[in-house]
């Protein structure tokens, strides 16, 4: 099948129901698959597929509990592998150029430690931050916000039931920060806060707390032999997670790190010619063209 974009709802060997859409020609092969961030947002990496949709065919999801994905069960790591596992066979994919950011870099990681066989390349965007690299992130947070804007989001997080309005202030609050620019970061996070909606807040905090039981850092010595050659990863150096989280993981996982001057957690908002040139080549040398 060839088309310019392609959209599907289908049903998981559990029952939960992925929506996914596709851009650009999907009968080339290998495809890339888009893994989006949260845990518990919908997909939002809408701006980075047309980058590349050109050179490969692009897929991307909702996670299940997201946007149009609906689900209401147990949110576990094991099972949004699989779901990608399955999502691959129902496109008919046998091998894939994942790209993940935030969360989808662990999503990324933990699919490459289970079927490894099934992955071409790997770029991991804005993670996986491993080690204590929250110390860092909540100290530049604080650099960034007020004492009233501090105040006012703790005060928000802990009503019991926030109203629209309420919920998309304290999503801008927690998101500006993300971003190199403030003034801009501000306008990005209540663009966001309206689009990015409804926050999964119970898959969230379940797959928080598995992560915590079983981090990610106690894999990484297979998680090194698992991963494909072609793996890189991408940061912006102004994110308040620290940079040097990922440096620490260049090292440890022998692997090459770019850096982004200009750009905080979403690079291709402040830096998107630096992005899109960086994905093209990626795209390219993993389709070996």
């Keep these: 099948m060839t088309s310019t974009e392609t959209q599907g709802l289908v049903s998981m060997t559990d029952g939960a129901r992925l929506r996914w859409q596709a851009s650009g020609d999907t009968t080339r092969r290998p495809a890339v698959v888009l893994l989006h961030g949260g845990p518990g947002l919908p997909d939002y990496l809408g701006d980075l597929a047309p980058m590349v949709a050109d050179?490969?065919?692009?897929?991307?999801?909702?996670?299940?509990?997201?946007?149009?994905?609906?689900?209401?069960?147990?949110?576990?790591?094991?099972?949004?592998?699989?779901?990608?596992a399955e999502l691959l066979d129902v496109w008919e994919v046998r091998e894939a150029v994942l790209i993940g950011?935030?969360?989808g870099t662990d999503l990324a990681s933990r699919f490459c430690l289970r079927h490894s066989d099934r992955v071409a390349a790997v770029l991991l965007m804005c993670g996986p931050f491993v080690g204590d690299w929250r110390t860092g992130d909540r100290a530049e947070r604080g650099r960034r916000t007020s004492v009233a804007q501090q105040e006012?989001?703790?005060?928000?997080?802990e009503l019991p039931d926030r109203t629209e309005e309420q919920e998309?202030?304290?999503?801008?609050?927690?998101?500006?920060?993300?971003?190199?620019?403030?003034?801009?970061?501000?306008?990005?996070?209540?663009?966001?806060?309206?689009r990015r909606r409804p926050v999964n807040w119970s898959m969230n905090a379940e797959l928080g707390r598995e992560g915590r039981a079983d981090p990610l850092d106690e894999h990484?010595?297979?998680?090194?032999?698992?991963l494909p050659v072609r793996t890189e990863l991408?940061?912006?150096?102004?994110?308040?997670?620290?940079?040097?989280?990922?440096?620490?993981?260049?090292?440890?996982?022998?692997?090459?790190?770019?850096r982004i001057e200009g750009a905080g957690h979403e690079?291709?908002?402040?830096?998107?010619?630096?992005?899109?040139?960086?994905l093209r080549r990626f795209v390219q040398d993993a389709m070996g063209t």
């Design 55 to 84: 050179l490969a065919p692009v897929y991307r999801y909702d996670q299940r509990g997201t946007g149009r994905s609906p689900w209401q069960g147990r949110h576990t790591f094991a099972r949004h592998v699989e779901d990608l």
């Design 101 to 103: 950011h935030s969360y």
């Design 152 to 157: 006012r989001l703790r005060a928000l997080e």
């Design 168 to 194: 998309v202030e304290l999503l801008t609050l927690a998101w500006f920060t993300d971003h190199s620019d403030p003034e801009r970061g501000w306008r990005w996070a209540a663009r966001a806060a309206r």
């Design 220 to 226: 990484l010595a297979e998680l090194r032999a698992h």
């Design 234 to 258: 991408l940061g912006g150096i102004d994110d308040p997670r620290p940079v040097s989280a990922l440096e620490s993981l260049s090292l440890r996982l022998a692997l090459p790190l770019t």
């Design 267 to 278: 690079p291709w908002l402040e830096q998107s010619d630096v992005v899109r040139a960086h």
